[in-house]
């Protein structure tokens, strides 16, 4: 498995930007960010393929949040523009931490490692 340490969650208002960093010790396969609001279910909000870099978004999230990796210090990150109330939530880094022949890159049941989640509140 990977181990994974999020950073970078706190409070804004409505339109403001955070980013989110996360960084990993072993070697991820695919690896993103998901959230959990109050009452619901964790939801995948952005995945990249290691290697590749190939990136996956939410509809909810797209045209406003950005993933991003630095090989050369073992973190990726989430941008977090135009933020929305919405958008609160526990967000947590979360990594595959095998090569499978097809992934679903923002379903929760295909990713093996998760960090303990950073706090992001946004309010109206």
């Known amino acids: 498995q990977v181990r994974l340490v999020e950073s970078g969650g706190g409070s804004v208002q409505a339109g403001g930007s955070l980013t989110l960093s996360c960084l990993f010790h072993g070697f991820p396969y695919y690896y993103g960010w998901f959230r959990q609001s109050p009452g619901k279910g964790r939801e995948g909000v952005a995945s990249?393929?290691?290697?590749?870099?190939?990136?996956y978004y939410a509809d909810s999230v797209k045209g406003r949040f950005s993933i991003s990796q630095e090989y050369n210090k073992n973190e990726m990150y989430l941008q977090m523009n135009n933020l929305e109330p919405e958008d609160t939530g526990m967000y947590y880094c979360?990594?595959?931490?095998?090569?499978?022949?097809?992934?679903?890159?923002?379903?929760?049941?295909?990713?093996?490692?998760w960090g303990q989640g950073t706090q992001v509140t946004v309010s109206s």
């Open positions: 979360a990594a595959l931490s095998h090569v499978v022949e097809a992934i679903a890159p923002l379903s929760e049941s295909d990713f093996d490692s």
């Open positions: 990249i393929h290691y290697s590749t870099g190939t990136t």
